[in-house]
T-cell receptor
Framework: KAGVTQTPRYLIKTRGQQVTLSCSPI?????VSWYQQTPGQGLQFLFE???????NKGNFPGRFSGRQFSNSRSEMNVSTLELGDSALYLC?????????????FGPGTRLLVL | AQKITQTQPGMFVQEKEAVTLDCTYD???????LFWYKQPSSGEMIFLIY??????QNATEGRYSLNFQKARKSANLVISASQLGDSAMYFC????????????FGTGTSLTVIP
């Protein structure tokens, strides 16, 4: 079974630009979550989608948005990029969104904002 | 208050020895899930082990075991017979229904295995 895939793996953007990251979950998984990881803030939850609906949202500005498609693939968009948005963005999927459900992570997208 | 606390920023262990990575959690829910992940320098988070709050037995997965002490709200990861490939960051995490089963992660522990 293929794991979680994320594209692109590496990205360089400049301040003010926007970026879209893509995540394909494990086949059969309906829940997709996004995280931002930085050396200073650690792993921070962005949002979670389940069956095309946003279930949970972390404490990030409105510049960060996401969506999920009917095939469970998810995209995350960051508009008006800032230097502080440089981070590893991790996507994780699980079959459902229950408390015992394990999340499986993709390899991440490393975003560098110049 | 922090949901997950990992108090050991860095740990060293001799190859073939056992090591315990500490994790304490904070929740008022009766039902919750506890997880450990490993993150090598490549960046990918690898799932290691899961413990449900109602599980009476400590979870084990190969060389990994979870020392679950519910009354103390601790969920320590024990790695037996450490290998060089175990050198990585280790994160403890929790899901609880009262916050929509969102994952909460600790700040991680960097483990270095010394040959």
């Amino acid at each position: 079974k293929a794991g979680v895939t994320q594209t692109p793996r590496y990205l360089i953007k400049t301040r003010g630009q926007q970026v879209t990251l893509s995540c394909s979950p494990i086949s059969g998984h309906r829940s997709v979550s996004w995280y931002q990881q930085t050396p200073g803030q650690g792993l921070q939850f962005l949002f979670e989608y389940f069956s095309e609906t946003q279930r949970n949202k972390g404490n990030f500005p409105g510049r960060f948005s996401g969506r999920q498609f009917s095939n469970s693939r998810s995209e995350m968009n960051v508009s008006t990029l800032e230097l502080g948005d440089s981070a590893l963005y991790l996507c994780a999927s699980s079959k459902l969104a229950g408390g015992s459900e394990t999340q499986y992570f993709g390899p991440g997208t490393r975003l560098l904002v110049l | 208050a922090q949901k997950i606390t990992q108090t050991q920023p860095g740990m060293f262990v001799q190859e073939k020895e056992a090591v315990t990575l500490d994790c304490t959690y904070d929740t008022s829910d009766q039902s919750y899930g506890l997880f450990w992940y490993k993150q090598p320098s490549s960046g990918e988070m690898i799932f290691l082990i899961y413990q449900g709050s109602y599980d009476e037995q400590n979870a084990t997965e190969g060389r990994y075991s979870l020392n679950f002490q519910k009354a103390r709200k601790s969920a320590n990861l024990v790695i037996s017979a450490s290998q060089l490939g175990d050198s990585a960051m280790y994160f403890c995490a929790m899901r609880e229904p009262s916050t929509g089963n969102q994952f909460y992660f600790g700040t991680g522990t960097s483990l270095t295995v010394i040959p």
